[in-house]
């Protein structure tokens, strides 16, 4: 297992100034410049300790940890960004709704949409060498979720530490209604098609997400275990994206369409500050 390495007193000060840029962003909807100008382009490690100062601060202003997310998982998300490795990041029970149910758009900063499959777990997957096998026994079903992905990074100028940093470019998660068991599915073969306003703006399919959305996982209960996070009975897992995320430019309806998983719709609604 890769030793993680404790960072000296001039990486905490840089640590802590990345959280306070991130935080403020988050705090005044105004986003800001890139923090690779503090943790450097690929210190992951650094990245992640950013993430955890907010997780933490977020945890104690009253939060709930209810799972975790994958991302840059697909060719066609880590292309749009140049970034060409996955990441992490974690989900609170104020990110997670219902099919159908409204999200005001004012909530978000730079929001874009993209399909996924989320596994929801039904045993504690903590295991640092975990395989395909654990998540298959592991997940006690899956659902169709569609993610509002967000960035508190101006443009979304990313490198691979800005996107750990900033918690993943975590926004929201929508979650279908009804549960699918794994058995008898074949996840990397499933077929999606993501509609704004009743016109397919995406489409994609399971193998998209790194060979399938259960590798993704698998990578992910050994990252997060690695890190001293693992994934616990209970956890939502958004297993990252079938296809390319799309700009959510203004309130509208997403419906994604997964072949023989069924459909899952978010609901994006101006206010009177966004409208």
């Known amino acids: 297992m890769t030793e993680l390495l404790t960072p000296d007193r001039e990486s905490t000060e840089r640590i802590g100034e990345a959280a306070a840029r991130l935080t403020a962003a988050a705090g005044t909807r105004t986003p800001c410049a890139p923090v690779r100008d503090l943790l450097g382009a690929d210190d992951v490690d650094a990245a992640y300790a950013v993430q955890r100062r907010l997780t933490e601060a977020r945890t104690a202003a009253g939060a709930r940890r209810v799972g975790a997310k994958t991302g840059l998982t697909a060719r066609a ?7 060409f490795q996955p990441d992490f990041g974690v989900l609170f029970d104020d990110m997670v709704v219902g099919h159908t149910e409204p999200l005001a758009l004012e909530r978000f900063l730079q929001p874009r949409a993209e ?3 989320a596994f929801v777990l039904g045993r504690d997957l903590d295991l640092p060498g975990a395989t395909v096998a654990d998540v298959l026994r592991a997940t006690e079903f899956a659902l169709p979720a569609i993610e509002i992905v967000d960035s508190r990074i101006a443009g979304w100028d990313l490198a691979i530490t800005d996107t750990v940093a900033d918690n993943a470019s975590s926004g929201a998660v929508v979650l279908g209604t009804t549960p699918y068991p794994l058995a008898g599915l074949d996840l990397a073969r499933v077929g999606m098609t993501l509609r704004r306003d009743g016109e397919p703006v995406s489409f994609g399919a399971g193998h998209a997400c790194l060979g399938s959305p259960v590798v ?5 209960a050994r990252e997060m275990a690695r890190r001293e ?4 009975a209970g956890d939502v897992v958004m297993s990252g994206a079938l296809g390319p995320m799309v700009p959510v430019g203004g309130p509208g309806r997403y419906r994604l369409e997964l072949d023989g998983m069924g459909e899952v719709e978010a609901v994006i609604e101006a206010t009177e500050e966004s409208a």
Request: aromatic letters at 10%.
């Open 216 to 220: 993704a996982v698998a990578w992910l």
């Open 229 to 232: 996070q693992p994934l616990r």
């Open 77 to 83: 998300v880590q292309q749009q960004f140049g970034v």
């Open 115 to 117: 399909g996924e499959i």
